[in-house]
């Protein structure tokens, strides 16, 4: 089994008035784990009071992975995928139990073994955090980020030492060192010729590429950069994310549909990658598809009119004015002026 499991027909498209969301990446790691990121909207159902997911959303939740563990309890894949969702919600003793399942079945298991650490840590279980990371080291020991996280769970236990000794070997190892500053100071121009520079690009520093890229309005540029990221990194949802608004931007609708996919593939609680996906695939004129992943943004967040507007308008266009009239309904309970700007498309002659 693939350890993020692919979401049954991802259909999604993207409208032309719709714009992608989370413009900015959410971290530089070349595989940043869930609970590094901003949480995710809700995964496992609405809250009391919250407005009705629409009819045929995707089951993206805790639940849903549960379930699978469940028939098939041996499978160590339905607890990773689990444990992300964990993470994402900062469930971290729930994380760190799904994660403990997954390393008892493979002690090899480096991605597990680190997000193992993160759980922890997110527990103020700094010792055992440590101890995971430092095995995640032994298994990959020139991963500047795993000796960066071991140097963090050494300082928070109140080992100064050998968290300045894993800093050091951090530094070391980071071929991006000289272009982070610049980063930081928005000189984007700069940070470009000094990743440039880099004889040895790892996929942190793609990442870093396509983002200062991105930044100086280069977007071939930056899908390139990205597109090198996730051949290095297949495991990089916030790349595969970045690739698809590149794409999008120069009008690539097909390949942004096709990285929007491989982002929900690997974050599935994540209401953006499915907007996105959604605004993709309605670029493409392929409007019960993107009805489909707006559904899905609107069961991970109920709340985002956008999603709402997009699924009705996607509806309207697939040819279902029924199902784009319920949005109607819901857009009125959480933003009045959005449910006004359907109801005059809804209908045209209307004043």
């Given at each position: 089994?693939k350890?993020?499991?692919?979401?049954?027909?991802?259909?999604?498209?993207s409208?032309?008035?719709?714009?992608?969301?989370?413009?900015?990446p959410?971290?530089?790691?070349?595989?940043?784990?869930?609970?590094?990121?901003?949480?995710?909207?809700?995964?496992?159902?609405t809250?009391?009071?919250?407005?009705?997911?629409?009819?045929g959303?995707?089951?993206?939740?805790?639940e849903?992975f549960?379930?699978?563990?469940?028939?098939?309890p041996d499978d160590?894949?339905?607890?990773?995928?689990?444990?992300?969702?964990?993470?994402?919600?900062r469930?971290?003793?729930?994380?760190?139990?799904?994660?403990?399942?997954?390393?008892?079945?493979?002690?090899?298991?480096?991605d597990?073994?680190?997000?193992?650490?993160?759980?922890?840590?997110g527990?103020?279980?700094f010792?055992?955090?440590?101890?995971?990371?430092?095995?995640?080291?032994?298994?990959?020991p020139?991963?500047?980020?795993l000796?960066?996280?071991?140097?963090?769970?050494?300082?928070?236990?109140?080992?100064?030492?050998?968290a300045?000794?894993?800093?050091?070997?951090?530094r070391?190892?980071?071929?991006?060192?000289a272009a982070?500053?610049?980063?930081?100071?928005?000189?984007?121009a700069?940070?470009v010729?000094?990743?440039?520079?880099?004889?040895?690009k790892?996929?942190?520093?793609?990442?870093?590429l396509?983002?200062?890229q991105?930044?100086?309005?280069r977007?071939?540029?930056?899908?390139?950069?990205?597109?090198?990221?996730?051949?290095?990194?297949?495991?990089?949802?916030?790349?595969?994310?970045?690739?698809?608004?590149a794409?999008?931007?120069?009008?690539?609708?097909?390949?942004?549909?096709?990285?929007?996919?491989q982002?929900?593939?690997?974050?599935p609680?994540d209401?953006?990658?499915?907007?996105?996906l959604?605004?993709a695939?309605?670029?493409?004129?392929?409007?019960?598809?993107?009805a489909?992943?707006?559904?899905?943004?609107?069961?991970?967040?109920?709340?985002?009119?956008?999603?709402?507007?997009?699924?009705?308008?996607a509806?309207?266009?697939?040819?279902?004015?029924?199902?784009?009239a319920?949005q109607?309904?819901e857009?009125?309970?959480?933003?009045?002026?959005?449910?006004?700007?359907?109801?005059?498309?809804?209908?045209?002659?209307?004043r």
């Amino acid at each position: 089994m693939k350890r993020t499991l692919s979401l049954l027909l991802l259909l999604a498209v993207s409208l032309p008035f719709a714009a992608c969301k989370r413009e900015s990446p959410r971290g530089d790691s070349a595989d940043a784990p869930e609970g590094s990121a901003s949480p995710a909207s809700a995964a496992d159902g609405t809250p009391a009071g919250a407005v009705t997911p629409p009819p045929g959303a995707e089951e993206i939740s805790a639940e849903r992975f549960q379930r699978e563990a469940q028939a098939s309890p041996d499978d160590p894949t339905p607890r990773f995928n689990l444990g992300n969702i964990y993470l994402a919600e900062r469930k971290y003793k729930e994380a760190a139990e799904a994660f403990e399942f997954v390393v008892s079945k493979d002690p090899k298991d480096v991605d597990a073994i680190a997000r193992l650490g993160i759980a922890y840590a997110g527990l103020d279980r700094f010792d055992e955090a440590a101890d995971a990371f430092r095995r995640a080291v032994a298994l990959e020991p020139n991963s500047a980020e795993l000796r960066g996280r071991l140097a963090d769970a050494y300082e928070k236990s109140g080992r100064a030492a050998d968290a300045e000794r894993e800093r050091a070997e951090a530094r070391r190892l980071d071929p991006n060192k000289a272009a982070r500053p610049l980063m930081q100071a928005g000189k984007y121009a700069e940070a470009v010729a000094a990743l440039q520079k880099i004889g040895r690009k790892d996929a942190v520093t793609y990442f870093l590429l396509g983002e200062a890229q991105t930044r100086l309005n280069r977007h071939r540029e930056a899908a390139e950069a990205y597109a090198r990221c996730v051949g290095l990194n297949p495991r990089h949802a916030d790349a595969y994310f970045q690739l698809g608004n590149a794409y999008s931007r120069i009008e690539r609708h097909e390949d942004a549909a096709r990285a929007f996919s491989q982002a929900v593939r690997l974050r599935p609680a994540d209401g953006d990658a499915f907007f996105n996906l959604g605004n993709a695939y309605a670029s493409l004129k392929r409007y019960t598809e993107a009805a489909s992943a707006y559904a899905s943004a609107v069961r991970l967040n109920p709340s985002d009119a956008d999603a709402r507007f997009g699924l009705a308008l996607a509806h309207l266009r697939a040819g279902n004015a029924a199902a784009a009239a319920e949005q109607y309904d819901e857009l009125k309970k959480i933003r009045p002026e959005k449910a006004e700007e359907l109801r005059k498309v809804l209908a045209p002659g209307a004043r």
